[in-house]
Every structure is written in C-alpha cells, then in structure tokens.
C-alpha cells in the first residue's frame, strides 16, 4: 500500500477496473477491496529545496512537528522502508517523499492478541503443573517404595548372613585347629572373609544412603590423612614394583568427617593398588584452591577402550573381563567413595587419560562445621 501511494505521488490511487485503460492499473478491487482507502490513515512528508511540507488530510492524530520529526528521523537512518511507532513507512527513489501509513489497529490487535495467548498460555501452564503435582505423587511413589524396600532387603539380608558367616569361621578355624590347615579349609575361610567383607560394604553404603547431610564435622587436616593412607599402601605398592608419586599440598584443611574422608582415600588408593599395571606407577596429587579442594589418585592399567567409565560407580559394575574377584574387589567400594563425595557437596569422576585411569574429586571448602548431638 505504500508503494502504490509513493508511484500515485502521495495521493491515493484511484480504483479501476483491469480491463479499462488497456489493462493498464495501480490496484484492483478484487485484490484489495472497495473499503479499502476508505478506512485509509497515512499522512506524507516531501522535501523541496530544503523545505518540508506535509499532507495530513488524511490523518488526524499527528501534528506538524511531530510528522517532520518522523521524517528526519527516517532521513537520517538511511532505510526505504520499515516502521517507526505505529507507523510503516517508504522512501521514494528519489528521497524526497516519504509516506507513513498508520498501523495503530493492527499494533493494538497484536498487542491484545499476544496478551491473550500469554494469559491462556500461564492458564493452560498453570493447569498441567497442578495435573502433574497431583499425578507425581501417584507415580513415583511405586518407585520410592521399591527403592525403600530394595535398601531394606539389603539390610535385612546383610544382617541374616553375618550369623552363618560367623558360624562357617568359627567352624572353619575349628577344624584347622584340630585337623590342621590344608587347601580346603583355606578357601572356606577366605571366602568367608570375602563374603563378610561385602556385607559390612553393603551395611555402610546403605547406611550413607539413608541420611541427607553428615553429621560430626569438625576441621580436617586433609594433608595428614592423605599422606597417612598412603603410606600404609606402600608395602602392598612395592610388592608389585610400582612407583609411588606423591604432590599433596601441606595442610590442607577442611571441613568434614573425619572418618569417612578418610574412608573415601583409602577405597580410591586400595582401588590403584588393585588395578595397577605391574611395574606402573601411582600419582596421588592433592591441591586446594578458593572454591575446592581437589583430590586425585591416577594409576597405569589396561583400559577398556568399549568401557563407559561413567558407571564405574554403580554397585557391582566391572568394566572389563580384568576386573574380577581375583583382584579382591566387589564393586561396592567406589559406590561408597561417591556418596561420601556427594554428602561432602563434592563431585567425583572417572577419567581415563594416557596409559591409566585417573579418579579426579572434588570437595567443598564451604561445608558449615557441625557437631553431633
């Protein structure tokens, strides 16, 4: 429609038929209506020599400042055609005539229309959340009552077998005692010990399961325990020509309880004492900085390069055909180190790099000092 105004000079075009004037026509009817300059608002600014007139006959609710202020403000923007306020607007080829036809209907239509849509919208929002609030319940509490009565059969069953296990040691030293050792003796009281040593992991890492936040944390000298625990692998490190290095930053201390950060190196050094390669070696770094503490214990071994290495902390995973009961482990122990982990408001990850795997972890140091009741 600006366009037809710009070639009629800024005046309105005049309605004919297609077939008149040798078919030669600015519009017709069936494109755009007889009503159509009828309901028409546009007004026209043109320059000559350096002068701005107007044409507001067919507008009302602009003046004449304010019209020449929308056309300088196009002049110097440089376009042809776009909107400005409420107005679309064109340039002619020359420059000289700008045309500006009023939108306001159609701005205040959209407007409402969106305004709508945005309520209905928030309505039909509002209405699922509450559908999905009511039906939640209803749908996770099978899996929360599942994940409950999983946890308790664990207990439960870990708690039956601490008796027999008893018994078939008791029995088993029994036996050696008075018949002496021999193979078979030997391979029931290791199994045992196994078996037992399984259950007490289940016991703990169901216990970790069950609370939400730790209690009894008290300022941790990180360092010493660190250093503490890997002294203690260091026979079991020489017995298979392995070389320990060590980068642990003097006093490092944190929040937290004592016992299970504890825990948490020694099932990540016994983890690299299990799996490293003969004649490979152990790196334990431990750095502090503003936001955390870092952690990390990287030993050479075979990696499994069809292994995801992201589930190396669920409960009885092995990545590989290596790691079987020949090494001594059950699967439990890094389920174990990540829980301690998370309680700490801390992250752990599996990382494989170069010729080994490395367990990089991370530790709050903003964890709030809490003492057990």
């Keep these: 429609m600006t366009e037809l105004i710009v070639q009629a000079e800024g005046k309105l075009p005049v309605l004919v038929d297609p077939g008149e004037h040798g078919g030669s026509k600015l519009f017709n009817e069936k494109e755009f209506g007889k009503e159509t300059f009828y309901r028409l608002r546009y007004f ?32 110097s923007d440089g376009k042809t055609q776009g909107y400005i306020e409420v107005y679309r607007y064109r340039v002619s080829d020359d420059g000289n005539l700008i045309v500006f ?16 849509l945005l309520v209905i919208s928030m309505f039909l929002i509002l209405m699922i959340t509450l559908v999905f609030w009511f039906l939640s319940k209803r749908i996770v509490k099978p899996f929360e009552e ?39 003796i030997g391979n029931i009281t ?34 010493q325990i660190t250093n503490k625990v890997a002294d203690s692998f260091t026979e079991v490190f ?15 201390i944190i929040n937290g309880n004592p016992s299970l950060l504890e825990r948490l190196i020694s099932v ?3 983890n690299a004492s299990k799996y490293v390669a003969e004649n490979g070696e152990v790196r334990i770094t431990l750095k502090k900085d503003t936001r955390y503490t870092r952690l990390t214990v990287f030993n050479t071994c075979k990696l499994d390069s069809d292994a995801d290495y992201t589930h190396l902390f669920d409960r009885f995973y092995r990545p590989d055909s290596s ?35 490395s367990f990089n972890v991370k530790l709050s140091n903003k964890l709030k000092l809490k003492k057990k009741k």
């Design 101 to 116: 036809l009023d939108n306001s209907d159609d701005v205040y239509t959209m407007q409402l229309m969106t305004l709508a």
């Design 268 to 270: 990540l050094t016994e």
């Design 146 to 184: 599942n994940a409950r009565m999983q946890k308790q059969f664990i207990t439960d069953a870990s708690h039956e077998l601490k008796t027999p296990l008893a018994i078939i040691s008791a029995n088993a030293e029994v036996l050696a005692y008075k018949d002496g050792e021999n193979e078979w």
């Design 190 to 223: 290791s199994q045992v010990a196994r078996v037992s040593e399984l259950v007490n992991e289940l016991l703990t890492l169901n216990r970790l399961e069950e609370v939400e936040e730790i209690s009894d944390i008290e300022p941790v000298n990180l360092s």
């Design 44 to 75: 026209t600014v043109k320059y000559e020599d350096g002068e701005a007139k107007t044409d507001l006959a067919n507008i009302a609710s602009i003046s004449y400042d304010e019209a020449v202020s929308l056309a300088d403000t196009v002049r």
């Design 238 to 252: 020489n017995g298979k020509n392995v070389s320990q290095f060590r980068d642990i930053q003097p006093d490092v």
């Design 323 to 357: 790691r079987t009961s020949k090494t001594g482990g059950h699967g439990v122990g890094l389920s174990i180190a990540k829980r301690i982990v998370t309680l700490h408001n801390g992250s752990i990850e599996a990382v494989p790099s170069g010729n080994g795997l």
